[in-house]
């Protein structure tokens, strides 16, 4: 199992008899894991809509496998790209 906390991650821990209080401490843990994903998620949409104003990253998701998050996070790490020489 690659996903203890995907579907079949999840089955798995219900049919667990895990005594309390691990059972109570799991169910606090997957709620968490579940609210962190909805964050994640809104974020993610947020990013998606948001407008591509910098050149950087624009330029940067035409690479093959360089999709908007790493085009973003690498823009940001590079910086003002002028400030290489370009020989």
């Known amino acids: 199992m690659s996903d203890l906390f ?3 991650g999840r089955e798995l821990l ?6 309390k209080p691990w059972s109570q401490t ?7 894991v579940d609210e962190l994903e909805l964050e994640i998620t809104r974020i993610e949409q947020s990013f998606r809509t948001a407008p591509v104003d910098h050149p950087t ?4 998701r035409t690479i093959p496998g360089v999709s908007w998050i790493l085009g973003y996070t690498l823009a940001a790490e590079i ?3 002028t400030r290489f020489s370009s020989g």
């Open 6 to 8: 995907g579907t079949g």
């Open 57 to 60: 990253a624009a330029l940067l």
């Open 79 to 81: 910086g003002d790209i």
């Open 14 to 19: 219900a049919s667990l008899a895990i005594p």
């Open 26 to 32: 799991l169910a606090v843990t997957l709620r968490m």
